[in-house]
């Protein structure tokens, strides 16, 4: 389902979200209604400033958007943010201070000091998006929180115009965005409910051209709410849960698997700091484009998860003081000392691309290529649907075998505008006729595609049923390359769910306990059964890092890649869907199972005691019989 009313004005369709476009005229402040002969020096200071410091973030605010969207680790935005910030900071204080002359004199209203307070968590939410840094989206929703308890938009339905009403039903559809990326699901329950309110006062007092976009908005959010939750846990206020990553419950391979998480995590980060050489996930490109998957705000549900998946936990610490946060984005202006005095981050950079043409994922591709630092992996995850080959000869896997597809409709219509400009008509037959005699598809992203990237380490994960063409990747540059790949087929029960409940590869790689039950046609856990299920899959994952220690015929590739702790997780998750689906009595024949290159040798994928865990896991979930016996698999 889509909607014009794009909820953040996030940017270009095809681009990572970008919600500092939501800036119209309306939000101009008519400063010629101050009666300058009412007010004295001191008061006139005082406005002044203030209108000099509004004007000023709102140039600032609205040059955001001629940033280029890729090459976060250019200045120019680092600088313009850092400014940005600054001026907005002044304002926010300055109002602050002054409230009683400016709501006297200058007329200041409630809504007008919400949205100072709004385009500051708007500039925090596209910082995260900028950073990938989990903190500054926490800073966000702290404003977010701010104006809906203070009630800065309470008397938007008063007005004689509807613009207010929109920005606040704009501002509604903001905050639930940032509260789905922080899971903070009963919130989110309950800002749909608000929105829902608001929305038919909208249509009820204004009845305005826009109200079927709006309703499609609501209905955009409640189907994407309802698809993530697939399975609901008694007293569910009681567990915390969430698919991002906590370090300390990442287990090693090493000799001492079994050591307490906590001393894992320590011991590993001691060995780290004295290993300059070990991989670590730098950049990431995430690609979203299956073409009936539930989505919200320019994020398909595989994009949301992955998403999550590659970023730490935030610390309470680290986001409760906005001073630190603030000077964090401050320090970025020079690199060299802010790791001396700032807050040290810890997630990956990443790229959020919903349905992008080729030409834009080559271009983010090559920017996240270029800002790859030495002994850092380039991780690149596509969830598409298929561009299968038609070609007669499948020789070279390069191009032969077809690949994932991109978005072509941007292509298509700048094709057609081009020829128009030059005088050239055709029609559509003419078009697809052309089209029909070209051997290869061009809206696709190939395996060969990919090729000039690998001359840096490159882990791969396709989630798509044409995920076999990315098989016998080439190692050409003798970098680390490893691609995780998902099942060809599925039984059909669970292809008529994919639209809606998203994928089951990117599920088992996200939040394995879910996609576990979901495989089974588990909805509802009690919380006991809940602990105890996680508990024991975190005691399968650690069975996973002993194998794997355990184990001479792994290669080497593998350890490379998982001196990392997200890669690693994503390694040990892989080899959790595997084994589960091959014991699962509904997944029949190896096409129903995920591969990977370079493959895993049998000692880990048809390990016993990993094996003989997963059924005591079934037995858990009261669930065994639908699961063979090790004997029989």
Aim: charged residues 20%; contains cysteine.
């Amino acid at each position: 389902m889509s909607s014009k009313l794009e909820i953040n004005r996030l940017g270009d369709n095809n681009k990572i979200n970008n919600s500092l476009k939501s800036y119209s005229t309306a939000n101009v402040i008519n400063h010629s209604d101050v009666d300058w002969s009412q007010l004295d020096e001191k008061e006139k200071k005082i406005v002044n400033e203030f209108i000099y410091l509004l004007d000023k973030s709102r140039q600032l605010f609205n040059g955001l958007r001629e940033l280029p969207q890729y090459g976060h680790k250019s200045s120019q935005w680092n600088a313009y943010f850092a400014r940005t910030f600054d001026v907005y900071t002044k304002l926010w204080k300055y109002q602050q201070q002054n409230r009683q002359v400016l709501e006297q004199k200058y007329n200041l209203k409630r809504w007008q000091i919400g949205e100072i307070a709004s385009k500051i968590g708007q500039l925090y939410y596209h910082y995260y998006l900028r950073t990938s840094e989990s903190n500054y989206l926490k800073e966000a929703y702290s404003f977010y929180q701010a104006i809906q308890s203070r009630a800065y938009y309470s008397k938007a339905n008063k007005e004689e115009k509807p613009d207010l009403m929109v920005k606040k039903l704009r501002f509604y559809a903001r905050f639930i965005v940032v509260c789905l990326l922080l899971k903070k699901t009963k919130q989110v329950k309950d800002l749909i409910r608000e929105l829902g309110r608001q929305i038919d006062d909208y249509v009820k007092i204004y009845d305005p051209e826009d109200q079927i976009e709006w309703q499609m908005v609501k209905n955009e959010i409640n189907d994407f709410l309802e698809a993530d939750s697939l399975v609901h846990i008694d007293n569910d206020n009681l567990i915390s849960y969430s698919n991002r990553l906590v370090p300390s419950h990442v287990p090693l391979i090493g000799p001492n698997t079994m050591m307490s998480y906590t001393e894992q995590f320590r011991t590993q980060h001691l060995k780290q700091s004295t290993v300059s050489s070990n991989l670590v996930l730098t950049e990431i490109i995430i690609v979203g484009n299956c073409h009936n998957q539930i989505k919200f705000s320019e994020l398909s549900l595989d994009m949301y998860r992955i998403l999550q998946a590659v970023e730490r936990e935030p610390t309470p610490s680290a986001s409760s003081d906005k001073s630190m946060t603030t000077s964090l984005i401050m320090n970025d202006l020079d690199d060299k000392n802010s790791s001396q005095s700032i807050i040290q981050r810890e997630n990956p950079h990443k790229y959020l691309l919903y349905k992008p043409s080729f030409s834009q994922f080559y271009t983010y591709i090559s920017s996240a290529f270029k800002d790859l630092p030495p002994h850092s992996v380039l991780m690149i995850y596509l969830s598409a649907d298929a561009c299968e080959s038609h070609s007669r000869a499948q020789i070279e896997h390069a191009y032969d075998f077809g690949g994932v597809r991109t978005n072509g409709k941007k292509d298509a219509a700048n094709l057609s505008s081009s020829m128009n400009g030059l005088g050239l008509n055709h029609s559509g037959h003419e078009i697809h006729h052309r089209k029909s005699n070209l051997s290869k598809e061009t809206h696709c992203i190939y395996p060969g595609d990919l090729y000039p990237f690998s001359r840096k380490p490159i882990f791969l994960i396709v989630d798509s049923s044409n995920s076999f063409a990315f098989k016998n990747f080439p190692n050409l540059f003798g970098q680390p390359f490893l691609s995780l790949l998902a099942p060809q087929l599925l039984p059909p029960i669970f292809q008529e769910r994919e639209h809606h409940n998203g994928s089951l590869f990117t599920l088992f790689l996200t939040n394995p306990l879910f996609a576990f039950c979901y495989i089974c046609n588990i909805s509802n856990l009690t919380g006991i059964v809940y602990s105890k299920s996680q508990d024991q899959i975190s005691a399968i994952l650690i069975e996973i890092a002993r194998a794997f220690y355990k184990n001479k015929q792994i290669e080497s590739v593998f350890f490379q890649f998982s001196a990392d702790d997200f890669l690693r997780v994503f390694i040990f998750r892989f080899v959790f869907c595997f084994c589960s689906l091959k014991l699962h009595r509904g997944f029949k024949g190896i096409d129903y199972y995920p591969s990977s290159q370079p493959q895993l040798p049998n000692e880990i994928i048809d390990n016993k005691s990993i094996l003989k865990m997963i059924i005591e896991l079934a037995t858990i979930l009261n669930i065994r019989q639908l699961f063979l016996d090790i004997d029989d698999e």
